[in-house]
């Protein structure tokens, strides 16, 4: 006879209250665990603002100038349509405008050609690289290349992928900014097409 384990519980009133200082992964940007989009126009520089905010959190300076760090720690990003000597010159760009040291700042790149969240293998191995580095932050861009057999315009299947980012949020404790480009034929009702 199989037994079955029981969900974990626990009496709400034996939850700590929320520490205020860890509400905001960048203050008035970004919530401390949050899990949200980046979406927009091609060439809305999208992809800029997600790597502002990896060395943001990476470094505990403001992000954009503006907001600022409330959550200091390393970084994990996969930037699936740009190489990694594309990504190091968009990362020392940043850090030069901030005055800080690239050497030392804790913004690692998975550089894996192909990374499949739809596929099983990749999310192991997703899964083991977070555990290993343990990131405040993870950046992946675009939505577009981190799937084989999602339909984008599908809410089941979209809900399905942040239902599993969401997983490795509250796993792992840490923020995700997922990037989306919306298509170029999506210039009427912009909103709606994201």
Known sequence: MRVIEPFPTTRVAAIPPRD??????????????????????PKASKSWLALDMAVSVASGT??????????????????????????????????????LSLETLEVEL??????RLDHEEDRLRLDATLDALRPRLLVLDPLVRLHQSLDENSSADIARLLGYLRELNRRYDLAVVLVHHMSKKSRKNLGQAL
């Open 62 to 99: 403001p992000c954009l100038g503006r907001f600022e760090a409330a959550s200091k720690g390393p970084v994990l990003v996969y930037l699936a349509e740009d190489d990694a000597p594309d990504v190091r010159e968009r990362v020392e760009q940043l850090c030069e405008h901030r005055r």
């Open 20 to 41: 205020p200082t860890c509400r905001w992964l960048l203050e008035g940007l970004w919530g401390h665990r949050a899990v949200g989009i980046i979406g927009g126009a």
């Open 110 to 115: 998975l550089t894996t050609p192909c990374l």
